[in-house]
């Protein structure tokens, strides 16, 4: 079945040290995006990447870095310099028609 | 700034009522309108609209849009304790290249009780 892996499904860190949340998909598509929910909040654009060796800055993409090197990957890696990291964290990919966004199961990411 | 806005926040309502979730949107660029069910984890996709006054429908849901008044409407009707769930509205912008570019609301979150 084709879709969007994210692992793990739960990190827990502490405070000072970089994280990095996988986001695997088999769907073949070229777009990729990150998002992050937090409670009361809709979910928020973190980086987005239209195809290999290319992304951009989405609405909040302070304190975070990511990287596409591969068509099927595009990783996540939240930093010492992101005030608030604790969150939900979403990767979604989308069609070259650009239909609607497939989303992966998520990473809660807490950090103490 | 691109606005999307969701009411109501939350909602309970009896299995079998009928329900009504709205969407209002300011932003600029608009190319669709779509409506997302997350249960647990993974939003799953509803409905994506482009066009006024046509109506979506799938099974006893529904959703139509009016982009004079620039708002949309997701119906639920005979509700099932499976409908609980967070809706997301979602607007997406004309995108510059092939991304698709979405701004969603804080969601309405129902729950469907016996």
């Known amino acids: 079945d084709g879709g969007i892996t994210q692992s793990p499904k739960y990190l827990f860190r502490k405070e000072g040290q970089n994280v990095t949340l996988s986001c695997e998909q088999n769907?073949?598509?070229?777009?990729m995006y990150w998002y992050r929910q937090d409670p009361g909040q809709g979910l928020r654009l973190i980086y987005y990447?239209?195809?290999?060796?290319?992304?951009q800055k989405g609405d909040i993409a302070e304190g975070y870095s990511v990287s596409r090197e591969k068509k099927e990957s595009f990783p996540l890696t939240v930093t010492s310099a992101q005030k608030n990291p604790t969150a939900f964290y979403l990767c979604?990919?989308?069609?070259?028609?650009?239909?609607?966004?497939?989303f992966g199961n998520g990473t809660r990411l807490t950090v103490t | 700034e691109d606005k999307v806005v969701q009411s109501p926040l939350s909602l309970v309502v009896h299995e079998g009522d009928t329900v009504t979730l709205n969407c209002s949107y300011e932003?600029?660029?608009?190319?669709?309108l779509l409506w997302y069910k997350q249960e647990k984890k993974a939003p799953t996709f509803l409905f994506m609209l482009t066009s006024s006054g046509i109506e979506k429908k799938s099974g006893r849901l529904s959703s139509i849009l009016d982009k004079k008044e620039l708002f949309s409407i997701l119906n639920i009707t005979a509700t099932q304790t499976g409908d609980s769930a967070v809706y997301l509205c979602?607007?997406?912008?004309?995108?510059?290249?092939?991304?698709?570019?979405?701004?969603f609301g804080t969601g309405t979150r129902l729950q469907v009780t016996l």
């Open positions: 990447s239209q195809i290999v060796n290319d992304f």
């Open positions: 979604a990919s989308s069609p070259p028609n650009r239909g609607p966004l497939h």
């Open positions: 979602a607007v997406e912008l004309v995108p510059t290249g092939t991304a698709s570019k979405l701004t």
């Open positions: 769907l073949n598509h070229d777009a």
């Open positions: 932003v600029t660029n608009f190319r669709s």
